[in-house]
């Protein structure tokens, strides 16, 4: 029983762990206080137990809540380094394969990593006679998967993209008083956007594997069982020597099988992930399998 005065920003989160078993314990603490803050002056409330009581009582409200907390923190070439990488080691050694490659951004929010990687694969054209990659965005917020099929984004959002790639990549479109770029057909037509829930999907979107899946700044959210199948499921979707692209803080259980060990430069690590300690990229040494075991945690 809660008591005026007593409810704390950890009471809420609990709760939405309890029920979604979504962990934003683990986000940062100031990102999660801020959105909660601007709900709740949203909605003229103005205790934590007030909220809370909102949260046990509807279902939409901890859905819109988690939507507005898990996304907007995407960014196109969200931390740079990850992508230089996959430019420079992975993308030649995927272009270079004798058929079409498969590329999966689970949890892509607005689309801004999915659109990123399409258009690392068009800077590496031609692609011959092979069709040109097939890139997934999923994620479970339908209205964000809208906004990433529409393409349109801010110039605000397009900050990270040097001049070239915004004159080569976007058209730019009036929009009230302001511009927006839209991403070209070419590149747009590269990436499909579907609905898809990592802990409840038995397959991956389209199924079959994947040569490279990012899957970044979404395990993070889970934990306990949720997490161990929305990692199972990642784990599963990439193909024999493709790879396992995860965010800076995330790890998944058998990691050591993607050739990955974060912070030990010794570990059996591939070389051009050695340089990458901070991130884990890898590239799956089986592929394909289930990794239910609990690796060495980061
Ligand atoms: C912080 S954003 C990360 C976006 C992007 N991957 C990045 O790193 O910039 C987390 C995204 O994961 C999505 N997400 C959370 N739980 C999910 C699940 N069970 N299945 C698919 N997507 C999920 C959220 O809706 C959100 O769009």
Redesign the pocket.
Known sequence: MQHEGVVTLEDLLDQIHRHRG?NLRS?GREVVERRIHGRMRQMRIESYESYLRLLEGSSDEVDYL??RI??????FF??PAVFSLLRERVIPKLAAVDRQVRVW??????G??AYTLAMLFAEAEPWGERAPPEIYG????AR?LEMAEAGRYSKEATAPLSAAQLTTYFSPEPDRQTVVYRVVDRVRAMVRFAL??????REAPGGGLFDLV?????L???TGE?HDR?QDLVCRSVAPRGYLCL?PTEWVGGSLRFGVRRGEPDGPALPAVRQWGAFCVGEAIGGGRSCTARGPGP
Request: proline residues 0%.
């Open positions: 979504i986000c988690l939507s898990t996304l907007q923190a995407s960014a969200r931390n951004s689970a949890g892509c929010g607005y801004e990593e999923t994620d479970i917020d964000a898809h829930d990592l802990t409840t999907a990012c899957c970044r700044n979404v993070i959210f889970y949720l929305a965010g």
